[in-house]
């Protein structure tokens, strides 16, 4: 089958740092694929260069989808969203089916007087008319609009008075209403709900084109993709069978690493040992035999001479061994820490037996946030889901003491650990010069142990590549700094687990990673977060929260896979 696009040795760099470095890839017509990694690894930059919007220092891009007279070629939406104009919401989806019509319009001419000069034209325009459905362009249209929170919106309204969400949303329906044969899109799941997400994919996976997405979504690359391209240190990689399958191939990738690892260290240890004691196992106590001291010497010598080999051989392949290492894998994900997060926050003799409890009664802050009363109790698991602009972010700041509440009492016990939903940029050091220490530095800060400690116990999360370690903070991305963060915590011990939107800015399988982890974490957790697998896996209590509130009855466990005695001894929330 014909290739849809390809590139080959494409590399492309901004201010000095590489983003793509001589990567390939060849996608078929009609392949759904989906991009993931971390934010900052190439994934935009990789469709901009499909689209044409950016060129790529080296290498080629070819794409067999020109637009031609009529449109129809690629269709990019990026993150960013229709920026604000004068031009009216009309205009923008006249626009956007401008090649429709025109595909139409160019069909009626040719009808009127059909020779056979013009049948092959007609035919071939036709078959491209078809094939994006042109027929249906308008119920399409007005499908899309009303799906995606649009329908009530006025066609006539300019698009400055448009919110950020409204604009995105305004996009996307215009690249579904033109149906182009590549279908380019970035983080389409963003200002989206639930359910015009599930239509979305609908759409998608009923497009006859072709779709490349990029998405942290897993759910989204479950159901859409058939084939997964992982975007990683300058490279890409193409893995067949869809998101399920790539994860197994992941898995299984780990285990093959674990047992060359471990046949690797055997096979040290082995070669060490024959290296200290072949000399000592020859036969020290061998007499000499009548008395014949010239033979008893002349053979010693020859054994020596033989035992020298042997440990100049096993030298050798110890020297082999060393220089081929195989790296040890990254230890799994643990939250609980290595190091002392300091005193705990109650003094009182049984804090032990209340670590991880917290309670909040009457607690204000502004018109944000209002809750008469909520306990957590040791060891409880809470998902806290609603609206944006709810006071979930609000409550974990208060629950973790970096927002004070205007009225109420808050009392919590045990050590806290919080993951802010927005990275935290550089903290001011040495004179507030932050922003130029080291990635390593920063993740030290605080942390007894010495610098080789720290960049041993770093590089053993598995987080970062030991080359990222000396990049100074302020050039991070912000997928790094989200991964630093998240560093910061898994080192130190937390009785309580505080998480904002966790899943924000990281890869797919480092989301996966990260959940494995929060399952086998024995604190407290309370979690907020949109996202959609985290939510369906989720085991503990969910708290809906409501302008500001938490909503009566919409408060309550999780029953699915989740043990009786323990939904019993978590209990529900007032």
């Known amino acids: 089958m014909s290739a849809q696009l390809t590139l080959r040795n494409v590399t492309k760099s901004y201010a000095g740092r590489t983003v ?86 160019r069909l009626r001419e040719l009808e009127s007087g059909l020779t056979e000069e013009r049948m092959a034209e007609y035919g071939d325009l036709l078959t491209a008319y078809e094939a994006r459905d042109g027929y249906a362009a308008d119920s399409r249209t007005d499908r899309a609009l009303q799906a995606l929170g649009l329908g009530a919106v006025d066609r006539g309204r300019a698009l400055r008075t448009l919110s950020g969400g409204e604009r995105a949303r305004l996009g996307l329906a215009c690249l579904l209403a033109s149906a182009p044969r590549l279908m380019l899109l970035d983080e389409p799941a963003n200002h989206l709900d639930e359910q015009a997400l599930t239509w979305l994919e609908g759409q998608l996976r009923a497009h006859r084109g072709t779709v490349v997405t990029v ?63 072949t000399a000592r196992r020859v036969a020290p106590g061998r007499g000499m035999k009548d008395g014949n001291k010239l033979a008893y010497d002349r053979d010693a010598g020859r054994v020596q001479s033989s035992v020298a080999g042997r440990v ?87 629950l973790a003491g970096t927002l004070r509440p205007d009225g109420g009492t808050v009392r919590r016990h045990g050590r806290v650990g919080l993951l802010p939903q927005d990275p935290p940029a550089a903290r001011a050091a040495n004179g507030g010069v932050g922003q130029v220490r080291s990635l390593l530095a920063e993740f ?14 770093l590089l053993s999360l598995g987080l970062f590549a030991p080359d990222a370690l000396d990049v100074p903070v302020g050039r991070l991305s912000v997928g790094q700094r989200q991964r630093l963060a998240l560093a910061r915590l898994l080192t130190r011990r937390t009785d309580l687990l505080l998480l904002d939107e966790p899943t ?14 929060l399952e086998r974490y024995r604190g407290a957790l309370v979690v907020v977060s949109h996202d959609r697998t985290l939510a369906r896996r989720f085991r503990g209590t969910r708290v809906h929260m409501r302008k500001g509130r938490p909503e009566p009855g919409r408060s309550r466990p999780v029953p699915l896979a989740v043990d009786p005695a323990d939904v019993q001894k978590e209990g529900e929330l007032p």
Do not use: C
């Open 215 to 277: 998405t942290h979504d897993r759910m989204f690359l479950d159901r859409v993709a058939g084939t997964i391209v992982e975007v990683a240190d300058g490279r890409v990689t193409r893995h067949g069978g869809g998101y399920r399958a790539y994860l197994r191939e992941r898995a299984a990738a780990r285990q093959r690493h674990e047992q060359a690892y471990e046949e690797w260290r055997r096979a040290v240890a082995e070669t060490e040992r024959r290296a200290a004691t």
């Open 504 to 517: 924000n800015h990281l890869s797919p399988t480092l989301v996966e990673e990260l959940e494995e982890a």
């Open 444 to 457: 030290a800060s605080g942390l007894p142990g010495t610098p080789e400690e720290h960049r041993e116990h």
């Open 20 to 105: 793509l470095d001589g990567v390939s890839l060849t996608v078929r017509p009609g392949e759904h694929v989906a991009v993931i990694g971390d934010n900052g690894s190439g994934k935009s930059t990789l469709l901009r260069l499909i689209s044409g919007e950016e060129q790529s220092d080296e290498g080629t891009v070819t794409v067999a989808a020109p637009p031609g007279p009529y449109g129809g070629g690629i269709g990019h939406l990026g993150q960013t969203p229709v920026p604000p104009s004068s031009r009216t919401v009309r205009e923008t989806l006249d626009e956007a089916l401008a090649g429709l019509r025109a595909l139409e319009r």
């Open 312 to 398: 100049r051989q096993a030298r050798e392949r110890l020297r082999r061994l060393h220089r081929d290492a195989v790296p040890k894998p990254p230890r799994l994900l643990a939250f609980g820490g290595e190091f002392e997060a300091g005193p705990r926050t109650d003094p009182d003799a049984d804090e032990e037996a209340r670590a991880g409890t917290a309670s909040l009664y009457g607690v204000r802050v502004g018109d944000r946030l209002h809750v008469p009363e909520l306990h957590i109790g040791r060891g409880q698991r809470l998902l806290v889901r609603g609206p944006n602009g709810a006071g979930k972010s609000t409550l974990l700041h208060v």
